[in-house]
């Protein structure tokens, strides 16, 4: 039951995670950056192992709250990381975040070929949404936080459960 109550969570929050982000790049017309578009990944997993934990309780559900711990871990990295970003406390570790660079003497056409193929929002651009002082990536990080603590939460008290039926 709790496997399934926390697959359940885990579902809706992975959705709306990536939910929130499709709804700020496609109706609101946000460009995301590189490292937006990384942040994406771990909510992605998230969300397929709440499927699996709901529809397949037991030792399946267990586990995969379980391999949820380190995506959410991971998506609170890569937040505070694009967080830092964002602070101009460091500078992106993705290529992709900065500025090409061009050769001194370099031709037009060879300036033009290393342009990349779509203009990438930089990743030091914060995006704020919903009239809150604090970004999308702040407000993913905290989301992650948060279901990190529930879905320890969850697997401490599966595991008591498993130790008392035995």
């Avoid at 609101?28 to 934990?53: D, K, M, Q, S, T």
């Avoid at 203009?119 to 009239?131: H, R, V």
Wanted: aromatic share 10%; glycine share 8%.
């Amino acid at each position: 039951m709790i496997a399934r109550l926390t697959g359940g969570l885990m579902f809706l929050a992975g959705m709306a995670a990536i939910g929130i982000a499709w709804w700020a790049e496609h109706v609101l017309g946000y460009a995301p950056c590189e490292l937006c578009l990384i942040e994406r990944a771990p909510w992605r997993f998230i969300a397929f192992l709440g499927v699996l934990a709901l529809l397949i309780p037991g030792t399946v559900g267990f586990w995969a709250t379980v391999l949820a711990l380190p995506a959410l871990a991971a998506a609170v990295m890569l937040a505070g990381v694009h967080n830092g970003v964002e602070q101009k406390w460091w500078e992106s570790p993705l290529p992709a975040c900065h500025a090409p660079v061009f050769r001194a003497g370099a031709s037009f056409h060879d300036r033009m070929a290393s342009m990349p193929l779509r203009p990438a929002k930089p990743c030091d651009d914060p995006t704020y949404i919903f009239n809150l002082p604090v970004s999308m990536t702040v407000l993913g990080g905290i989301a992650a936080a948060i279901l990190f603590i529930i879905v320890s939460y969850s697997v401490v008290l599966q595991a008591r459960q498993w130790r008392a039926a035995r």
